[in-house]
């Protein structure tokens, strides 16, 4: 899985590059690999009309879902903070949370290092579909 890892994180890194951010320069890239082992990218795409914008975490997961993909075991975000570690925002976390709770999350540094989390350890006590009487993900 280490080597699946890596690629993800490479992935994410070549993702950002793509990234549309005029206003704030700030480009962020991410990887999602589905449960079967297919890879998602995804980047920013900024909008003058700021909240209309979408993250690079949510892109990449929207690419997935629009090819009939809803289970993921692990999502890799990359970013320019150069020694400092990319994380996802809130909207980002509530959006991963819809589709379980015991996927990897790996933030990462411009260098490629990344850190091991799952999202239950980055939204704890989260609000999800079974609370709606939703499918309860894993």
């Not at 990887?31 to 975490?57: H, I, Q, R, W």
């Not at 589709?99 to 290092?113: C, E, M, N, V």
């Amino acid at each position: 899985m280490l080597s699946v890892i890596a690629s993800l994180v490479k992935k994410s890194q070549e993702a950002k590059n793509q990234a549309y951010c005029p206003y704030s320069k700030f480009r962020v890239g991410a990887a999602v690999l589905t449960s079967d082992d297919k890879m998602f990218t995804g980047c920013n795409v900024e909008n003058a009309s700021y909240p209309a914008g979408l993250c690079a975490e949510r892109t990449a997961i929207s690419k997935a879902v629009s090819e009939g993909y809803t289970s993921f075991k692990a999502i890799a975000i990359a970013s320019d903070l150069g020694d400092q570690f990319i994380f996802p925002c809130g909207v980002c976390r509530q959006f991963m949370r819809e589709f379980g709770l015991k996927w990897d999350i790996y933030p990462t540094k411009a260098d490629g290092s990344y850190q091991k989390m799952t999202l239950d350890e980055l939204l704890p006590h989260s609000f999800g579909p079974g609370h709606l009487g939703g499918e309860k993900h894993k």
